[in-house]
């Protein structure tokens, strides 16, 4: 919201003269790149109401809180809310609750550890099927698991790149884990076909 502050202010009908263009500017500037912190203090003070809909979050926050933070002053009719509205929704990933996009990305990267050691462990154990003194069933027993499971973590060692890069960079779609990934036909044999079921469908075209 404060990342074009001369929006918020005709949004918020707040009273800035020419002269107060850098000032306001700075003012926000400070606000968008500052601390989680600092953040959440200057969320508090803002934020008035959430209303959580199916694909879409309506945000109320206070023209008064605004107006201070840009040291503004309201216009005599300005409104007492501006409402922010973001196409996300929020969904469960594991233990927690992500806000995603209508693309499949959570709004905040998250990379799912988890999974990276999962394709960490499906190298290795190529590896070492790839040098050939071993077979799965040799394997899966050092590795105290079954030789299907073996199978099914493997294919995680042929992942498209780009899949693989957006798993690192914790921009993945929604709901792809390690359970998921090493479910039965989980993974497709083709990259781009990979690339399709498992990136934001944004960044899969």
């Known amino acids: 919201m404060f990342a074009d502050p001369l929006a918020l202010a005709a949004t918020a009908q707040l009273q800035i003269s020419p002269s107060d263009f850098a000032r306001v500017w700075d003012a926000a500037a400070a606000i968008s790149s500052g601390t989680a912190a600092a953040l959440r203090a200057m969320t508090k003070g803002i934020v008035t109401t959430v209303r959580i809909h199916d694909g879409r979050i309506e945000i109320d926050c206070a023209t008064a809180a605004i107006a201070a933070a840009l040291q503004a002053t309201p216009e005599p009719h300005a409104p007492e809310t501006v409402t922010v509205v973001a ?87 929604t709901g792809v884990d390690a359970a998921a990934l090493t479910a039965t036909d989980a993974v497709a044999p083709l990259w781009a076909e990979q690339v399709a079921m498992l990136l934001p469908r944004n960044a899969a075209r």
Request: hydrophobic residues 50%; proline residues 3%.
């Open 87 to 173: 196409d996300v929704r929020l969904t469960r990933s594991g233990r927690v609750m992500r806000l995603v996009q209508a693309s499949g990305v959570g709004v905040t990267p998250t990379a799912n550890a988890a999974l990276i050691r999962l394709i960490l462990k499906a190298r290795r154990w190529w590896g070492i099927l790839k040098a050939g003194e071993i077979d799965i069933s040799t394997l899966a027993a050092q590795e105290g698991v079954q030789a299907p499971y073996i199978t099914r973590v493997l294919r995680l060692a042929f992942l498209a790149p780009a899949v693989t890069e957006a798993i690192l960079a914790g921009t993945i779609r």
